[in-house]
C-alpha cells in the first residue's frame, strides 16, 4: 500500500513558466488537500477537495489551480510561477471530512 | 478563526530525559487536535488525536497529549526520549470546512534536538 504519493520529489522553475504538481493516493479516500509550507511556519491549505468533480479553495490559492477528475488523483497546477510560490507542498487525503489525514512526501519547488 | 500556537521553536533535551512539547489553540468549538511529526526531507506522520472522550491520548512511539479545555491546550509528552525522536513536531486544530471536509491549522512547529 503506497499511501499518498507525489511527484516531482523537486523542482525548479523560472520566473513565469507553469508547472503540475501530481498527487495520487490509493486508499480510496475521497477528501483530499494541498497544502503548502514555508520556512519556520505550519502549514496552509491551498486547495480541497471532497469528492471527484468537486473542489474549493483553502486559505492561500491565488496563483493556484486543481482538478480532481478522479477519487485517485488530485494534481495542484501553477499558471505562472513566481519567487512567492518557492515552498514544499504537501499532498494529504482522509477517509472521512473529520478523519486523520495522511500526507504525502512533499514536492520542493524553486522558483528564480 | 482558529489557530495554534507553539511557543518553543527549539528544544534540547537529553536521551532518557521526558519531554513536554506546548501547544495551545484558539477554537470556538470542540476541537479536533492533532499532534504530526515530520522527519528532515520528510512527509508529516500523526502521532496521535483527540476527537472527544478521554482527555489522555495515546499515541505512536510511547508519546502520549492531554486535552485541558479550561487552558485551551493539548501539550504532549513523551517520559523518555530516544535519539530518533529527534525531529520537528506540529500540532494542528481542525475545523470543519463549508463544502465539507477539515481544515487543519498548524503551528509553527517545535524543532527536538536530542543529546546523545
Known amino acids: 500500500n503506497a499511501g499518498v504519493t507525489q511527484t516531482p520529489k523537486f523542482r525548479i522553475l523560472k520566473i513565469g513558466q507553469s508547472m503540475t504538481l501530481q498527487c495520487t493516493q490509493d486508499m480510496n479516500h475521497n477528501y483530499m488537500y494541498w497544502y503548502r509550507q514555508d520556512p519556520g511556519m505550519g502549514l496552509k491549505l491551498i486547495y480541497y477537495s471532497v469528492g471527484a468533480g468537486i473542489t474549493d479553495k483553502g486559505e492561500v490559492p491565488n496563483g493556484y489551480n486543481v482538478s480532481r477528475s478522479t477519487t485517485e488523483d488530485f494534481p495542484l497546477r501553477l499558471e505562472l510561477a513566481a519567487p512567492s510560490q518557492t515552498s514544499v507542498y504537501f499532498c494529504?487525503?482522509?477517509?472521512?471530512?473529520?478523519?486523520?489525514?495522511?500526507f504525502g512526501p512533499g514536492t520542493r519547488l524553486l522558483v528564480l | 478563526a482558529q489557530s495554534v500556537t507553539q511557543p518553543d521553536i527549539h528544544i534540547t533535551v537529553s536521551e532518557g530525559a521526558s519531554l513536554e512539547l506546548r501547544c495551545n489553540y484558539s477554537y470556538g468549538a470542540t476541537p479536533y487536535l492533532f499532534w504530526y511529526v515530520q522527519s528532515p526531507g520528510q512527509g508529516l506522520q500523526l502521532l496521535l488525536k483527540y476527537f472527544s472522550g478521554d482527555t489522555l491520548v495515546q499515541g505512536i512511539k510511547g508519546f502520549e497529549a492531554e486535552f485541558k479545555r479550561s487552558q485551551s491546550s493539548f501539550n504532549l509528552r513523551k517520559p523518555s526520549v530516544h535519539w530518533s525522536d529527534a525531529a520537528e513536531y506540529f500540532c494542528a486544530v481542525g475545523a470543519e470546512l463549508t463544502g465539507g471536509g477539515n481544515k487543519l491549522t498548524f503551528g509553527t512547529g517545535t524543532q527536538l534536538k536530542v543529546e546523545l
Open positions: 494529504a487525503s482522509s477517509y472521512t471530512g473529520s478523519g486523520t489525514q495522511y
